[in-house]
Nanobody, 123 residues
Framework: QVQLVESGGGLVQAGGSLTLSCSASGQSFGSEPMGWFRQAPGKEREFVAA????????FYGDSVKGRFTISRNNAKMTGYLQMNSLEPEDTAVYYC????????????????WGQGTQVTVSS
């Protein structure tokens, strides 16, 4: 079992930056891939980024490529999402996920989900 708690969300102006953190508990976190999804009001949950358990490979959704960076520190059992050049369209609840089993770009592909943290980007 893995428990995930996101933090770092908030209100930021367009063009600004924000870093989300995902604190994990559970023995298997360090050996599992992790990632981030987001969900804007009235929209489906969207894949944002994923990283392998070693951190050697990363994957990004098209809408955030070149602006967001995913990373992790297994010793601290924490994952991160550095978000730069934020746009109003990035406004959403951001969810941390862990333990992919299948297509990592789909909601069904992940076993564990956090409760989410709100990110609001003002224009």
């Amino acid at each position: 079992q893995v428990q995930l708690v996101e933090s770092g969300g908030g209100l930021v102006q367009a063009g600004g930056s924000l870093t989300l953190s995902c604190s994990a508990s559970g023995q298997s976190f360090g050996s599992e891939p992790m990632g981030w999804f987001r969900q804007a009001p009235g929209k489906e949950r969207e894949f944002v980024a994923a990283i392998t358990w070693t951190g050697s490979s990363t994957f990004y959704g098209d809408s955030v490529k070149g602006r967001f960076t995913i990373s992790r520190n297994n010793a601290k059992m924490t994952g991160y999402l550095q978000m730069n050049s934020l746009e109003p369209e990035d406004t959403a609840v951001y969810y941390c996920v862990a333990d992919a089993d299948g297509d990592y770009k789909t909601v069904a592909g992940w076993h564990y989900w956090g409760q989410g943290t709100q990110v609001t980007v003002s224009s």
